[in-house]
């Protein structure tokens, strides 16, 4: 019997130029806690002196962010010190705790000269205990990412957080997380045994996937039933997958544009220390 509940296709939701899908929140799926947003931007080939990324400086609280750059490049400037420019296989980690002010634009040298721009935005929610952690960035190139090959060659792993095949993920996770961006050849696979217990978070970024014997195109996100999982994955064409699983807090959520809690009152709360300049000052 299949362990696919359903399978769900990113919704077109363009952010001014930027060509944007998002396959989570929607009306069929509000969240696979922890994992709870996700925006995939590109694939699109921006001309020489553009405007970049829109995402100028704007607060979060109460959640972090995973940011994977297949193309192009992020400058990445932050009110508690964080700064760097990330490209092409980097990622980004962003603990936004109790409160942050950021901004997330392509470098001068990207606006001058233009090129391809395929970057993905994953939210992770905070358990309540950790809402107010201190604020963390780190910020790796493709280089300085843990990697390991499958499948004699034809499927590349990146580990982000936690353990794959002895591979340590090359980020401190807040909380207990596995998460891995992989990278197919057709005709590559692999198998991976997910605890019962914990949630799925699986997007196909692009190619085409068989998935426990049903194909899953680009721009989708695979839900699983409840239980131990055993995946099985071949790439029926070049493909790139996220996957991710960690543990649901089972706490009540409450977001609200950049601020994830639990209670209305800390959305309140969230706003009122933000005008009141406690995420800090942006200098930039």
Do not use: C
């Amino acid at each position: 019997m299949s362990t696919i509940k359903k399978i769900h296709k990113a919704e077109y939701r363009p952010i001014a130029d930027l060509v944007t899908y998002s396959p989570m929140p929607t009306r069929q799926l509000e969240q696979i806690d922890p994992f709870i947003f996700l925006n995939h931007h590109g694939f699109q080939t921006y001309p020489p002196h553009n405007n970049g990324l829109p995402f100028g400086p704007h607060p979060h609280r109460g959640m972090e962010t995973v940011t994977f750059i297949l193309e192009g490049d992020i400058m990445h400037l932050d009110s508690s010190g964080g700064e760097s420019v990330i490209g092409p296989g980097g990622v980004q980690y962003m603990t936004a705790g109790s409160g942050l002010i950021h901004s997330e634009v392509s470098s001068s040298e990207f606006k001058e000269k233009g090129g391809d721009l395929e970057i993905l935005q994953l939210w992770l929610n905070l358990p309540a205990k950790l809402k107010m952690t201190k604020p963390v960035y780190v910020g790796l190139q493709e280089d300085e990412i843990t990697n390991f090959k499958l499948d004699d060659g034809k499927v590349k792993v990146q580990q982000l957080f936690g353990n794959w095949n002895d591979a340590k993920g090359a980020f401190e996770a807040s909380f207990p997380l596995n998460m891995s961006t992989i990278y197919l050849q057709e005709g590559g696979k692999f198998q991976k045994t997910i605890p019962a217990g914990e949630n799925i978070f699986f997007y196909v970024v692009r190619g085409e996937l068989k998935v426990n014997g049903q194909e899953v195109p680009y721009r989708n996100l695979v839900e699983f039933e409840t239980g131990e999982v055993n995946l099985e994955v071949q790439a029926g064409s070049d493909s790139i997958l996220i996957l991710g699983h960690a543990k649901p807090f089972n706490e009540p959520i409450v977001a609200q544009g950049p601020f994830v809690m639990n209670t209305v009152e800390q959305i309140q709360e969230a706003y009122d220390d933000y005008q009141n300049g406690k995420f800090g000052t942006w200098s930039h």
